[in-house]
């Protein structure tokens, strides 16, 4: 095939390109990828990667899905986009039914839009807007945990930790919010009063100020990658009712399975106002996030003065990305997933066991398909990258972090050669 004979332009890529979180001017090294299929990326040198990231949670059926290029091949052939103002179309709405039933049943309204920042954005608004309709023009702050991770665009910035969310490099710019302790009681460990007592303190001196308390359910993401106590949502949510906030989770990284339930707040069986589904959404075929509230917040906001939700994205609710949503939730309902899910949870424990020894290592912990190594100290990205390529697999570590989320249709025997990689290159580090 012709069209793969190409070769991948990486000195224009140096010298044009921004990486995430990159220089542009002195970057790492970027592998160049030429096609991914099933749990692999392949490298323009014919090198195969066994793929632990999912890329960043998102992949959980793997690469070039057959179901899912044929979703977005025959939704292709009717419309790609139209808008959605006056406008809408079988994909969202079906896409729109499907969430609503996978989600707790008090979630009943839903606001496609573009990403998960954006997303948490939406959510942000909703919560503003809920109390402003209500008169309650004061309550326009958030109050979250320290640790984590909501997104890149400024409102969901201002709720990441404010030290690795590097507040300060903002200061001025970015809305100044409450925080609190992060949940201290970890996945497997009992949750006291105690461990509220910050964001209870906080709630009590600030609730006439706070609009929401927005949460990523048990697992705490791209901020420290921390499993905490289902225990603790539960009695989050007590304190959210009594103090009059709403709640919002952040389920953009645990959605659709990955965590052993299929949202990370089954773990603690409640629901909370307001939820940001994104990343897994579309199996990682495109962009696309959703905000879902109860018909309480959305009656409220729209009692309101202009009456309407102030949000409308030029690519709202787009159809491929609607198609490849609706064709991968469907695909995820059609299996197994949760012994799936099980047992990469088995292969992650046994698998990362033996880093435990390793004097460079503070912690290993597993969660459903999650599978983190925390070492005492940063590593240098740019070498162990390359000692995770030449060893076949794709890793991504971060500052002390070397984590693991593969796609969900992983064999035990490439689960193994990912984490018998990373107890290697945990071995080299001091
Ligand atoms: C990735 C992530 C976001 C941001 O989503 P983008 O699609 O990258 O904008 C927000 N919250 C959490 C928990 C995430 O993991």
Redesign the pocket.
């Known amino acids: 095939m012709a069209i793969l004979s190409h070769s991948i332009d990486l000195d224009f890529d140096r010298s044009h390109l921004w990486h995430p979180y990159t220089s542009v001017t002195n970057p790492l090294p970027v592998y160049p990828v030429s096609r991914a299929y099933d749990v692999f990326l392949e490298l323009e040198d014919g090198r195969k990667l066994i793929d632990g990231m999912s890329s ?2 998102a992949a959980i059926h793997g690469y070039n899905h057959a179901v899912l290029n044929e979703a977005i091949v025959s939704q292709m052939q009717r419309m790609s986009h139209v808008m959605f103002g006056g406008l809408t179309h079988e994909p969202a709405v079906n896409l729109a039914k499907q969430l609503i039933a996978l989600t707790p049943h008090s979630l009943e309204k839903v606001f496609l839009c573009d ?6 954005e939406v959510a942000i608004k909703m919560a503003i807007q809920y109390w402003a309709a209500l008169g309650a023009t004061s309550k326009n702050k958030l109050l979250t945990v320290r640790s984590g ?5 400024f409102a ?1 910035m201002s709720v990441c930790d404010p030290v690795t969310g590097m507040h300060s490099l903002f200061k001025g710019t970015i809305q100044e919010q409450f925080f609190a302790e992060a949940p201290a009681c970890r996945f497997h460990e009992p949750c006291t009063e105690e461990d509220l007592a910050d964001i209870r303190m906080m709630l009590e001196r600030h609730h006439w100020e706070i609009a929401a308390v927005i949460i ?1 359910p048990v697992v705490q ?2 901020g420290g990658m921390r499993f905490y106590a289902p225990h603790y949502l539960v009695m989050l949510r007590e304190l959210c009712d009594s103090y009059d906030v709403l709640l919002i989770f ?5 959605g659709f399975g990955r965590t052993g339930r299929m949202f990370a707040l089954e773990h603690a069986g409640i629901a909370p106002d307001i939820i ?1 589904l ?2 897994a959404l579309t199996g990682g075929y495109m ?1 696309l ?1 959703a905000t879902l509230t109860t018909d309480r917040v959305a009656e409220t906001i729209c009692s309101g003065n202009p009456g309407v939700f102030m949000h409308g994205p030029t690519f709202m609710a787009n159809p491929l990305a609607c198609a490849v949503a609706s064709a991968s939730i469907s695909l995820l309902i059609s299996y197994d997933w949760q012994t799936s899910v099980r047992r990469l949870e088995t292969g992650l424990l046994t698998g990362l066991e033996p880093c435990r020894e390793l004097s460079s290592v503070l912690d290993v912990r597993v969660l459903g398909a999650i599978g983190v190594v925390e070492l005492y100290r940063p590593l240098d990205m740019a070498v162990v990258q390359k000692q995770f390529v030449d060893q076949g697999v794709w890793v991504r570590p971060f500052g002390r972090l070397v984590y693991l989320m593969p796609p969900f249709i992983m064999h035990d025997e490439e689960l193994g050669i990912l984490t018998a990689a990373v107890c290697n290159v945990v071995k080299t580090m001091r």
């Open positions: 960043w949670w990403s998960g920042s954006v997303s948490v991770y909501h997104g890149d665009t969901a990523e993401g791209a952040d389920e953009i990284a645990t940001c994104g990343k962009t996030a």
